[in-house]
């Protein structure tokens, strides 16, 4: 069973604060992961999203990946309280075309 | 960018009635879609994988005889909740391919509540 951890929080900041979400995996043979946000009652929106070692960075957001760890993070600088949701770390398995998503972590940004 | 149209929103509904809900690629034809059904602080549970003019595959522990999936079209898919009980209610989200896992697009989600 392949299976996606994340620490369901919630995760207080502050705003203004750098934001910190984590990401394990077990699928050794996963290589594409993603980062999505959901609202109270919304669907899912796509963030993030990253294949290889290291970081990626687009604005506020750095995505980052160490497969030998089989983990990944989500950096969230300069955090609004607009940006205070449910945030889903989600890999696309490995041979297939699905994704496994993970529980999410709540995010909570006081003004 | 790309448009999935998901229909109803919400749903009541008693016991043992049937639910349909749609799902539609607004502006491309995905050849692929995908449903999911997410509990109250839950991640999203893949339901199954809806291919046009196939049998969907349906995920391990889903009933295909419940959950009805018919993916008749390249723009539409639809999940029909057969004789629906209070377990499951639930909020059900469709996906749609545009062509790999970069381009699945989400619908609205269904809030389904069965009295």
């Known amino acids: 069973q392949k299976e996606v951890e994340q620490n369901s929080g919630p995760l207080s900041v502050p705003e203004g604060a750098i934001a910190s979400l984590n990401c394990t995996y077990s699928?050794?043979?996963?290589?594409?992961f993603f980062w999505y946000r959901q609202y109270s009652g919304k669907s899912p929106e796509l963030i993030m999203s990253i294949y290889s070692n290291g970081d990626k960075e687009d604005g506020r957001f750095t995505a980052q990946l160490n497969k030998a760890s089989q983990y990944v993070s989500l950096l969230i600088r300069d955090s609004q309280p607009s940006d205070s949701a449910t945030y889903l770390c989600a890999v696309l398995n490995s041979g297939y075309s699905t994704l496994t998503f993970g529980k999410g972590t709540m995010l909570l940004v006081s003004p | 960018g790309a448009v999935v149209s998901q229909h109803p929103s919400w749903v009541i509904c008693k016991s043992g009635t049937s639910v349909k809900i749609e799902c539609r690629s607004l502006?491309?034809?995905?050849?692929?879609m995908f449903w999911y059904r997410q509990f109250p602080k839950q991640s999203l549970m893949l339901m199954a994988t809806?291919?046009?003019?196939?049998?969907?595959?349906?995920e391990q522990g889903v009933e295909k005889d419940k959950f009805l999936i018919n993916h008749a079209s390249l723009t539409l898919s639809t999940l029909t909740v057969t004789s629906a009980h209070p377990e499951d209610s639930s909020f059900y989200i469709c996906?749609?391919?545009?062509?790999?896992?970069?381009?699945?697009?989400f619908g609205s989600g269904t809030q389904l509540s069965v009295l």
């Open positions: 809806s291919n046009e003019g196939s049998k969907a595959t349906y």
């Open positions: 502006d491309f034809q995905a050849t692929t």
């Open positions: 996906s749609a391919s545009g062509g790999g896992a970069e381009k699945l697009f």
């Open positions: 699928d050794r043979g996963s290589q594409s």
